[in-house]
């Protein structure tokens, strides 16, 4: 690590009815990966708006290479030398490489006419700084999320920039992927780029990471250099408080009870085929996989997003006809969706819109078709208060709410319908420890009042932590089922990749 390139003196930032950041400060050296780190609603995001030129401070300073600088939007940041690859990534699929990374930018001839050849060389030489042997004519809709991300990250670098901040880099890696994202990172450190870096992984800090800062509801907790720090030490920071056995467990007077839920030779063509299983009344089923085993596209055919081409499902021993979403609300069935941005929520929406969004008629005047608004307020605000929904108010639109707020926000939607099962899908993706935990708590207590639960994972201390039983699926099929007392990681990915072991 070199010099110090960037200082955050006392940033303080406030919306309506919360301050998102309390008189923040940390510095950045040259060359270096900085980790920064904090529960959901901590201030992560917001403090990297602030460094991106989204949004200005109310109070403090930023001091970029000995001078005081002040954002007036997120192109004065990126042009002098702060760029900020965002978890959602902003390409366009129908560009191609090269008119991603130059976009409305690209080098032009003196009649404004885009010089194609020009723009592809310069892509070709950002590409080769990750050894990536692609042709910058390629469609961005046909390369992997992973080399989505490299060209995320330079579209990013092609500003020259000093700081790069990556929020969340790797939620949609995989492993091998991770490992080629992480060769990057060290390639932008040899050139003395200083990154700040954002994930809820702590294995990830620990191998990328110099420093670590944490933020708690919006402060400054500490720096410290990786060598010192421990996973626990770290949750410690973050939540304030000890985390022991983070995924709890069963209740003692919790127990699992009938078989409520069967599924017999379901099949639907390109995701899944022949799938059978059974769920008990109380219990928690973990289905587990590699990235793209059929898991997801599992609890889709169930829950009738994409009905299946064949097999029976049965609830309480009745066969049931669920060829759409509604018609499995309706019997009880509900799916909590692994990408709550896109396909879970309505961010645009308020919590008391979302909260009462699968079930409409529970909320309606007998008889008539207006919505009981008194009723609707006294149940959102009970969810609120279950789910330590941190917002303002039930009127905030979800979409300004933290990730892990967001999570909670959608499980209070399913839990709504009271379903007799629930599928859920990544229930913590891009949540924060503090959070994970209490999800599992809530999962726990759906579990404890009779819900079987159905946990689709692909963290496999997750699915191992909280399940009663595991599932494992391979290539749209179902091939191994583990008891509890047979639970080990080599076993799972052993089955879930096909390798024999003894």
């Known amino acids: 690590m070199g010099e110090t390139i960037l200082q955050v003196k006392g940033i303080t930032k406030t919306f309506p009815g919360v301050k998102a950041l309390d008189q923040v400060s940390f510095d950045l050296k040259t060359g270096e990966v900085h980790a920064l780190l904090g529960e959901n609603g901590a201030g992560k995001s917001t403090l990297m708006q602030v460094l991106g030129g989204i949004y200005q401070p109310d109070a403090g300073e930023l001091i970029l290479q000995g001078k005081s600088v002040r954002f007036k939007h997120a192109y004065d940041a990126t042009t002098r030398g702060i760029s900020v690859v965002f978890q959602e990534l902003s390409l366009v699929p129908n560009l191609s490489i090269a008119e991603n990374i130059f976009a409305n930018r690209q080098p032009t001839n003196r009649f404004n006419l885009i010089k194609k050849e020009k723009m592809y060389e ?58 080629k994202l992480f060769a990057n990172i060290r390639k932008l450190q040899q050139q003395g780029i200083a990154v700040i870096y954002i994930s809820h992984h702590l294995n990830e800090i620990f191998e990328i990471a110099n420093r ?39 209740p003692s007077d919790a127990e699992i009870g009938e078989e409520i839920f069967t599924v017999q030779g379901l099949t639907r063509k390109g995701a ?25 596209e599992l609890g889709r055919t169930i829950f009738g997003a994409e009905p299946a081409d064949s097999g029976a499902i049965y609830l309480k021993g009745q066969k049931i006809s669920i060829r759409s979403p509604k018609q499995a609300i309706q019997q009880g069935i509900g799916y909590l969706t692994e990408n709550r941005k896109e396909q879970g929520l309505f961010l645009e929406r308020t919590m008391k819109d979302n909260a009462i969004a699968p079930n409409l008629k529970r909320f309606t005047s007998r008889g008539l078709d207006f919505i009981n608004e008194k009723m609707v307020d006294q149940t959102t605000e009970r969810y609120r208060e279950h789910f330590r929904v941190i917002t303002p108010s039930i009127k905030q639109k979800v979409g300004r709410l933290s990730g892990g707020n967001q999570q909670k926000v959608l499980l209070s939607m399913w839990v709504g319908i009271e379903p007799k ?54 290539e749209g099929k179902m091939v191994a089922e583990f008891q509890k007392e047979q639970f ?15």
């Open 272 to 296: 899944c085929y022949d799938i059978s299983f059974s769920l008990k009344r109380g219990e928690i089923l973990g289905i587990a996989g590699l990235v793209g085993a059929g898991r997801t």
């Open 122 to 179: 310069e892509a070709r030489k950002l590409l080769q700084l990750f050894d990536e042997d692609i042709h910058p004519g390629t469609l961005v809709k046909f390369l992997s999320p992973a080399t989505q991300q490299v060209i995320e990250i330079l579209k990013a670098i092609s500003y020259n920039p000093k700081v790069l901040i990556l929020d969340e880099p790797t939620s949609s890696l995989t492993t091998v992927e991770v490992e």
């Open 212 to 250: 670590v800062t944490v933020l708690r509801d919006g402060k400054y907790v500490g720096t410290e250099p990786i060598e010192s720090l421990t996973e626990d030490k770290i949750i410690q920071m973050m939540v304030g408080r000890e985390l022991t056995n983070m995924y709890g467990d069963r």
């Open 421 to 474: 099962v629930l599928i859920v899908d990544e229930p913590t993706r891009g949540v924060d420890v503090g959070a994970k935990s209490e999800i599992y708590q809530h999962l726990r207590q759906l579990a404890k009042q009779g819900v079987g639960l159905i946990v689709i994972s692909s963290d496999l201390p997750e699915v191992m932590g909280i399940s009663d039983r595991i599932l494992v699926m391979r």
């Open 488 to 502: 080990t990681q080599e076993r799972i990915i052993a089955a879930a990749s096909g390798v024999l072991i003894s």
